[in-house]
């Protein structure tokens, strides 16, 4: 089984300033075949269901907007918030789809 | 529109079997795709239970795949989890979703408590 882990646990960060959030996985997500990294990433806010933000750990979805950005390869990945609004607070959890499925344990991101 | 719905018990008792659907509306669970189970206990994380690809292959968390069982059924363009023997340790929100690998359409979810 892949283990995902995340850090930090959570984090507390100004308004209009960089979020930077880490997830990493006990073996390689890269697929060789096709040089794809199978890592999404996810945003949860209170009562709702998970929103995908990105996959092929890169890739963002449609809608999402662009101060959200994955970056990483193999084991290590990073989910950026460029410059943090009042709406991205929630928990951020990365998930990979190499070997079935395997979600990380989440960030929580706040308001400072 | 794509949606997804699960439905099913609010409360099961200890030991007993739970047991939700997921109606699926604005597409043919036939036609492609993985369908799965995710729940995530109150104040805690999510956790994959299993999923069935449309052809009916399933794939289970390891974790829980002795306990675990998806199911499709085309004709109601749904499918199914059962898990039996439950504990408290079971009572979670209960997600359906759809995806190739990553999860883009989720249903709102639906709080399973296991109590006697």
């Known amino acids: 089984d892949i283990v995902m882990t995340q850090s930090p646990d959570s984090l507390a960060v100004s308004l209009g300033e960089r979020a930077t959030i880490n997830c990493k996985s006990s073996q390689s997500v890269l697929y060789s075949s096709n040089n794809k990294n199978y890592l999404a990433w996810y945003q949860q806010k209170p009562g709702q269901p998970p929103k995908l933000l990105i996959y092929?750990?890169?890739t963002r979805e449609s809608g999402v907007p662009d101060r959200f950005s994955g970056s990483g390869s193999g084991t290590d990945f990073t989910l950026t918030i460029s410059s943090l609004q009042a709406e991205d607070v929630a928990v951020y959890y990365c998930?990979?789809?190499?070997?079935?499925?395997?979600f990380g344990p989440g960030t929580k991101v706040d308001i400072k | 529109q794509v949606q997804l719905q699960e439905s099913g018990p609010g409360l099961v008792k200890p030991s007993e079997t739970l047991s939700l659907t997921c109606t699926v509306s604005?597409?043919?669970?036939?036609?492609?795709?993985?369908w799965g189970w995710i729940r995530q206990p109150p104040g805690k994380g999510l956790e994959w239970i299993g999923s069935?690809?449309?052809?009916?292959?399933?794939y289970y968390n390891p974790s829980l795949k002795s306990r675990v069982t998806i199911s499709v059924d085309t004709s109601k363009n749904q499918f199914s989890l059962k898990l039996s023997s439950v504990t408290a340790a079971d009572t979670a929100v209960y997600y359906c979703?759809?995806?190739?690998?990553?999860?883009?359409?989720w249903g709102q979810g639906t709080l399973v408590t296991v109590s006697s």
């Open positions: 069935i690809y449309h052809s009916g292959s399933t």
């Open positions: 604005g597409y043919s669970i036939s036609s492609g795709y993985y």
């Open positions: 092929w750990a890169s």
């Open positions: 998930q990979q789809y190499y070997s079935t499925f395997t």
């Open positions: 979703a759809r995806g190739p690998g990553w999860l883009l359409l």
